[in-house]
């Protein structure tokens, strides 16, 4: 197949560091290249995703930092460019609207985040011709009468997260500085665990500064560092070398990247039951999932039960790239069967 992908243009795929969206289409454009379909990524300028790539955007906008017009101005230039393709595989919020002036291609869209109020209007107009991907079963379960075309996990490439052993004897934070990730309940928890806790986390947006100045900067300590936002090899070693992933979010979050690459990597999750986590994390065997302070208390001292090679395998078996991407193709062919 000929297949487009249009990305947002507020992070270069792959992102240098966090980007969770950005870092599933670079693997989804590789993978598909790599099962022998032409693959086009309409991305920004600055993206370094192995396929062929075009943009109108020569440096990523800068997520918080844009707003509609520029999404529109990457929609524009895109669909200019999509007439002969099979299938394109849009993740912008505006392009499935756009794509009604061009009712000959085959549109197919994934909604990255939750189907609240704001987007949830938009996946109903647009639903009835462009089929609509859920990212998690919770996910679509929060989609109302918004019919969902098919519910894909996202996949990561298990050869590109060496397993680590633990040994730095840590717990480690992954995520965005935003209260609802929970890296302040992380702290509390490691600390009465009796653990050392690594955080390491976006801090870019005024929400985020502020919530490390206020919230996290008071709970710092010996035991308990802030790295700040790392690169991809940093944090490949750090999620190797950690004992366990604390990850109690307080949100319904759709995915969650940070945990499928934490147990690439042989690394048990201490998860929190929202969104998509029970998914993700089978209960006693990849991590536990606990709600309530003490019981995540208590699961922390429980991780060395966890064999590290079946967060491993649980990777392998479900969580994969090559299973991403074989999901992507059996939708993207019953759309262009008509299905």
């Keep these: 197949m000929r297949i487009m992908i249009v990305a947002p243009p507020w992070l270069p795929v792959p992102p240098p560091g966090y980007g969770g969206t950005e870092a599933v289409l670079d693997g989804l454009a590789r993978g598909l290249r790599a099962a022998d379909h032409d693959v086009l990524l309409y991305t920004t300028g600055e993206s370094t995703c192995e396929v062929e790539r075009a943009f109108v955007f020569e440096r990523a906008i800068g997520v918080g930092e844009g707003g509609a017009a520029q999404e ?34 085959r549109v197919v869209t994934t909604n990255h985040g939750p189907f609240e109020s704001d987007l949830i209007d ?26 969902i075309a098919a519910v894909i996990h996202h996949g990561v490439e298990p050869s590109e ?17 935003n209260p609802s990730k929970g890296a302040h309940v992380a702290a509390v928890v490691a600390r009465k665990a009796g653990i050392p806790l690594r955080i ?35 944090k490949l070693e750090l999620l190797g070398g950690a004992t366990a992933l604390l990850n109690p979010i307080s949100w319904p979050e759709p995915f969650g990247m940070v945990m499928i690459e934490s147990l690439a990597c042989g690394t048990p999750v201490v998860t929190t039951p929202h969104g998509a986590a029970p998914e993700i994390v089978d209960d006693g065997i990849t991590g536990f999932v606990r709600d309530g302070e003490q019981a995540l208390v208590d699961a922390v001292t429980r991780v060395g039960e966890i064999d590290r090679r079946r967060c491993r395998a649980a990777v392998e078996g479900h969580f994969s790239l090559r299973r991403m991407v074989d999901e992507h193709v059996d939708l993207f062919r019953r759309v262009m069967d008509g299905g």
């Design 72 to 105: 529109i101005r990457q929609v524009v230039h895109a669909y200019e460019m999509a007439d002969g393709f099979d299938v394109v595989h849009d993740h912008t919020l505006i392009g499935p609207l756009y794509s009604e002036r061009f009712p000959h291609l």
């Design 161 to 177: 997260f060496p397993v680590g052993d633990g040994s730095g004897g840590y717990a480690l934070f992954l995520g965005r500085m």
């Design 122 to 147: 938009l996946y109903r107009i647009v639903a009835d011709r462009v089929p609509v991907i859920a990212i998690s079963r919770h996910q679509a379960s929060t989609a109302g009468d918004v019919p």
């Design 200 to 234: 390491a986390g976006k801090c870019q947006e005024p929400l985020e500064i502020d919530y490390v100045e206020t919230v996290i900067k008071p709970l710092l300590g010996s035991d308990v560092e802030y790295l700040g936002e790392v690169d991809h090899a940093a």
